[in-house]
T-cell receptor
């Protein structure tokens, strides 16, 4: 069965520093997609970045990059130059199947950025 | 607004009562998803609509849960005979199409927090 594992319940980082949030996944599908979402205290899930299983290059979106290691089945999120507004819950997710955008989520990591 | 809208934002009810949660997706989005997020957990899939029909309802926990989308836009999640274990945030999301390619980004609402006393 498909599964997402986030082993860090909480992380702290100082403003302007980089931080890596870990994510491993398990699937028997050859075609899949990996996502990271941010959930601030307002509750809304905000899409950050996407990596397709056939993409050879790591995805990047501004200060976010996804360190995709297919053989290890890991998809870690790297946030560079952390800002106070980055404090939130971060969820890794995997698209299950091909003709759907149904996502399976991990349990999340709470990131706190301090001055 | 242009985003996914969910009402009510908060609902407190008593055990055994019936509740309805509404989701108004982004205009033109054909796919609509309901998720449930319990405290300290990630969102769990409940049901997915493509247009008016439920394409996948495998996440509905039991027959007390039902969802409709009669005109392919607004959706209502209905919970009968509520139980304390139903307390959670119910998230709705929409997307422009089931992709399989491309990002397939889901756009989420802020959720409806349900508390069953």
């Amino acid at each position: 069965a498909q599964k997402i594992t986030q082993t860090q319940p909480g992380m702290f980082v100082q403003e302007k520093e980089a931080v890596t949030l870990d994510c491993t996944y398990d699937t028997s599908d050859q075609s899949y997609g990996l996502f990271w979402y941010k959930q601030p205290s307002s509750g809304e899930m905000i899409f950050l970045i996407y990596q397709g299983s056939y993409d050879e290059q790591n995805a990047t979106e501004g200060r976010y990059s996804l360190n995709f290691q297919k053989a290890r089945k890991s998809a870690n999120l790297v946030i560079s130059a952390s800002q106070l507004g980055d404090s939130a819950m971060y969820f890794c997710a995997m698209r299950e199947g091909y003709n759907t955008d149904k996502l399976i989520f991990g349990t999340g990591t709470r990131l706190q950025v301090f001055p | 607004g242009a985003g996914v809208s969910q009402t009510p934002s908060n609902k407190v009810t008593e055990k055994g009562k019936y509740v309805e949660l509404r989701c108004d997706p982004i205009s033109g989005h054909t796919a609509l998803y309901w998720y449930r997020q319990s405290l300290g957990q990630g969102p769990e899939f409940l049901i997915y609509f493509q247009g008016t029909g439920a394409a996948d309802d495998s996440g509905l926990p039991n027959d007390r849960f039902f969802a409709v989308r009669p005109e392919g836009s607004v959706s209502t999640l209905k919970i009968q005979r509520t139980e304390r274990g139903d307390s959670a945030v119910y998230l709705c999301a929409s997307s422009s199409n089931p992709s399989g390619s491309g990002t397939g980004e889901l756009f989420f609402g802020e959720g409806s927090r349900l508390t069953v006393l």
